[in-house]
């Protein structure tokens, strides 16, 4: 694929972006909710697509994972459809007026939402993510430029002929969402120079990914690198609690960004609980690693390297501190560069406020699981990714994330200065 | 000053950032008084440090639009002290609570603005831009990291000085307002580099900075390129306030992006309108471009090219064109890629809706000058520049623009999965 296509493909999609922009929200809804039917409809074709894309990932010896990651069942696409239809009953965060304020020579000024634009998604393996940003940002107002991974090729391009049919039923340009035919690498590349036309790009996938997008683009970039999340259990904790929530968030998905990584531990409460919350977490499989004090109530496990303290293990292993108090706790957080999600558990009214206050990652929960740290759980409705750079957006980015704000001023003639005029 | 240097200026930075973040309002407004009357003790001193400067640029032949740029005086001194008294005044946008909802599980969750942590500011020739930076981001809660225009080299070191000398006072790092003391063109390579520990750039200054900073960069930009700004005079507009908000944006200031660059007239009010509007702006020595239709009824004047549409003059000269409706001004006003401020001037209702509606400019104004385009005028308080791209900040940027938000989750032990734990 030639720049030029590229970047005629996306100049296409900024034009598509200004009807979308301008639909109501009726409309927007009428068209996912077609959207879902279509993809019920079509179900046997998407499945039939994505059959050549599990046949080549095997083909190509692409490992279990991947090919469980690239696979879609009737209860997968059910599940897309689904989401789609919950997307249309999401409140449209367009248009919305969210400050009014008036100026002192009788100008009314007001913030309102507008859409961002046109939207670059950059993808890999998971065939749902083509139906889901597409969704969320139409529902948003904007245009979107996908550019999924080569191995769900087949899949993708059977998911996104059955929303360009609802869009044309619609009368609406299909380039309203777009996706390059080829799977080239350069297709990234190319993407990531139009920055006339796109607004913005989110990368979804591995570290590699995202950070070859944030070194490449001269797009604006939300990013999510990964997610060191802590929990600390404070001096006068609950034990039950922090123990529920520790399980909860170390194993209810280990896999996940906001799963716990790290456990610190006030170290006045450390004898009572470590070696209950060690034969919870082992009866769950988790392997422990600690560091001298921790090793003191719970002998038989692993000592942790000071890398440890960084790792996102994304598996069933659990880094543990013995704290000397808040303080230490919250220097061993401000540490880490994740800025993701942290936990305190506690029953000290003063530290629960001061935990709030002096931690700055994107959630910061108390007495709660670092689990909740997701667009749907937080009550965003859904979720486009989750950002951990400051700029934008910080933490779980629903559909207002997609929006941007524009300054309406309504007046009767003010000006600025009083010059005569004839 | 090597790539090391940089990088290590950035971390001290960073490391500053933290302590600044947790100040209080008093705390902050107590330093930016001091900084204020530090100022003002240390007149002398700047101004003579300014005189090397003048002196320099005198010999190397800059010109006098350049030297009246980097020329301080006691009034512009005062002027800058003034200005950090005004933003200590100002309400404190760190910690405000913007919004809180409950989840049906008993969640609470609230957004909660905190600062952003160190902010790059890339400028060119005005050493006022120092102070004002300075104290914006200070006042917000951030670091900052300044690199002033090697012409300003001396004015700027005087006024970091004193301000450090105000950090010091009350026991903060001077890395908290860093400084480079090396000029070279390098610096900002090296800036650009440093994304662990810089979390947003703003340059300001011509577009070939504002270019340079944009492709080199891998730390978030936000720019604003220019200012090509409409006025439409729509069919039934009230004369007299058409020809007020036009002689006021056009004239009151022509170098500024908020002057208008650009007349849309309404063909049916073009014979009444255009003449009078000709007459007001030729008297302030405006220079007329206009399309065939405008030569009709001002027939003196030179033809518009297409460049002249997409032209910011900064200068007293006017590009007119005659519409065919609100339709057609909306598509031209489309065209323009700065998306900046635009102005309709008009008595009937549904087309002062519409105009609000379709134009997604940063700042849509009705029946008001372009010039109130300033996040002074519009309320914000102060402005540390204006965004004409889409993210994190469009249109003027006030304190709020120097913060992110968290979100602050409070629970009683909620888990996402009901696991057993023992």
């Not at 979107?144 to 191995?151: K, Y």
């Not at 002998?299 to 501190?321: C, F, G, N, V």
Request: charge should be negative.
């Amino acid at each position: 694929m030639s720049i030029n296509t590229c970047a005629e493909m996306a100049r296409a999609c900024r034009a598509a972006s200004r009807v979308v922009a301008r639909l109501n929200s009726d409309s927007k809804n009428t068209l996912l909710l077609d959207m879902a039917a279509g993809l019920r409809e079509n179900m046997e074709r998407i499945l039939s697509a994505n059959n050549r894309d599990i046949e080549l990932a095997r083909q190509a010896k692409l490992s279990d994972v991947l090919i469980d990651r690239l696979l879609l069942t009737p209860a997968r696409l059910e599940a897309m459809a689904s989401a789609m239809q919950d997307i249309a009953a999401l409140p449209d965060p367009v248009g919305e007026i969210t400050k009014t304020w008036h100026r002192p020579n009788g100008l009314t000024v007001s913030y309102q939402r507008i859409p961002l634009g046109v939207i670059g998604i950059i993808y890999e393996s998971r065939p749902n993510v083509t139906a889901d940003a597409a969704a969320l940002c139409f529902k948003a107002g904007n245009a979107v430029f996908l550019r999924g991974g080569s191995e769900a090729f087949h899949s993708n391009q059977a998911i996104v002929t059955v929303l360009h049919h609802a869009l044309e039923q619609h009368d609406l340009q299909s380039a309203a969402i777009t996706m390059p035919a080829s799977t080239e690498r350069s297709v990234i590349m190319d993407m990531l120079n139009c920055s006339e036309d796109i607004d913005l790009i989110i990368p979804r996938g591995g570290e590699g990914l995202v950070r070859f997008v944030t070194e490449n683009s001269r797009i604006p970039v939300i990013k999510h690198y990964k997610g060191v999340c802590h929990q600390y259990v404070d001096y006068n904790a609950d034990i039950h609690m922090a123990i529920d929530l520790l399980v909860d968030g170390k194993c209810s998905r280990p896999g996940v960004c906001n799963a716990l990584e790290t456990l610190l531990v006030h170290e006045a409460i450390a004898g009572e609980f470590l070696p209950r919350a060690a034969a919870a977490l082992s009866r769950q499989g988790v392997t422990l690693r600690g560091c001298e004090k921790t090793r003191h109530y719970v002998p038989d496990i692993e000592p942790a390297t000071e890398d440890d303290y960084y790792a996102e293990y994304l598996s069933l292993t659990l880094a543990i501190k013995v704290v000397a108090g808040l303080e230490e706790a919250v220097s061993h957080i401000e540490q880490d560069v994740s800025d993701h999600t942290e936990v305190i558990v506690t029953r000290d009214y003063e530290n629960a406020r001061r935990f709030l206050s002096l931690i700055n990652s994107s959630v910061v929960l108390v007495n709660a699981s670092s689990r909740f740290s997701d667009g749907g759980q937080l009550g965003l409705g859904a979720e486009i990714g989750i950002s951990t750079t400051k700029l934008h957006a910080y933490g779980p980015m629903g559909l207002e994330s997609l929006t941007t704000q524009k300054f309406i001023v309504t007046g009767d003639g003010q000006t600025r200065h009083g010059l005569p005029w004839e």
